[in-house]
């Protein structure tokens, strides 16, 4: 079992930028590919962003792409999510997730093939 606790979420103005962190526990974390998804008020958890197990390959939603970068420390059992060039519309809470994965290149954009979560944390981007 993994468990995930994020942080670093806050308020920031528009064009200020945000790292998010996600500790996960447990020492599979290398087995699992990661995953970042937000939910803004009234709206549907969305996909933001994802990292393959070993972190060689990433993807991201289009409404984020070449502002936010997905990494990941597999010794510190880290995630992080560097946002850039903050908008309002990023404004959300943000959510860590862990994907149990056969394979090293493997990510998904689906929350559902997600197998754990954290709690959230908080963004918000004012204008």
């Known amino acids: 079992q993994v468990q995930l606790v994020e942080s670093g979420g806050g308020l920031v103005q528009a064009g200020g930028s945000l790292r998010l962190s996600c500790a996960a526990s447990?020492?599979?974390?290398?087995?699992?590919?990661m995953g970042w998804f937000r939910q803004a008020p009234g709206k549907e958890r969305e996909f933001a962003a994802a990292t393959s197990r070993n972190g060689a390959r990433t993807y991201y939603a289009d409404s984020v792409k070449g502002r936010f970068t997905i990494s990941r420390d597999n010794a510190k059992n880290i995630v992080y999510l560097q946002m850039n060039s903050l908008k309002p519309e990023d404004t959300a809470v943000y959510y860590c997730?862990?994907?149990?994965?056969?394979?090293?290149?493997?990510?998904?954009?689906?929350?559902?093939?997600?197998?754990?979560w954290g709690q959230g944390t908080q963004v918000t981007v004012s204008s």
């Open positions: 447990g020492r599979t974390f290398g087995s699992y590919a």
């Open positions: 997730a862990a994907d149990f994965s056969r394979s090293s290149d493997y990510l998904s954009t689906v929350r559902y093939n997600y197998d754990y």
